[in-house]
């Protein structure tokens, strides 16, 4: 049995929670069954300075509405056709959140190739939108806490070496993009890729 996080596991500073993250197994429970993995790739966007942030001078939306209120709770948005999931972090009314970029498949593996189609193991969840897909997260799961099923994250173990970089695929963003808010564990395959 996974043993899911406090509620008080997300009120810390937003790149330290993108840090924290890392180790740490996304549970997704579905009709079909349950399908995890161990989070190795995170971004974090600190909101109302942060011009990659979708909250960026706290652009307040039907969309980034959940990030105003507690950390802990799933903040999904659509992109070029994937849902990407992102972590709700930052205080109240202070819109920031942490993207889970990549997840190195645990649990119900057979489920994720049913939901991807056959392709070397490496290629299953390396990426935010193969994740979510392979996981089953979809905009159902938009504004659900973390801390309790369907969806949550669980402990998991303490990685041995953590990376950090500038993150990905967000160029038209200024000084923004050479944040160095990307973190991820050395040397991990399920890494979605290098900048």
Sequence with gaps: ???ILQE???HQPTLELANALLG?????HTDQGITSGYIVETEAYKGPEDRAAHSYKNRRTKRTEVMFGKP???YI????MHCLINVVSGEIEFPQSVLIRAVEPAEGIDLMYERRGQMPAKNLTNGPGK????LGISMEDYGLPFFEPPIYIAKGYTPENISTGP????????EAKDYPWRFWITDNP?????R
């Design 1 to 3: 049995m996974n043993e």
């Design 190 to 194: 399920f890494v979605s890729r290098k």
């Design 77 to 80: 948005h659509r992109m070029h």
């Design 131 to 134: 994740l979510t897909k392979a």
């Design 8 to 10: 008080s596991f997300f």
């Design 24 to 28: 740490c197994k996304l549970v997704k």
């Design 167 to 174: 993150r990905i695929g967000i160029e038209n963003t200024g």
């Design 72 to 74: 802990g709770y799933a």
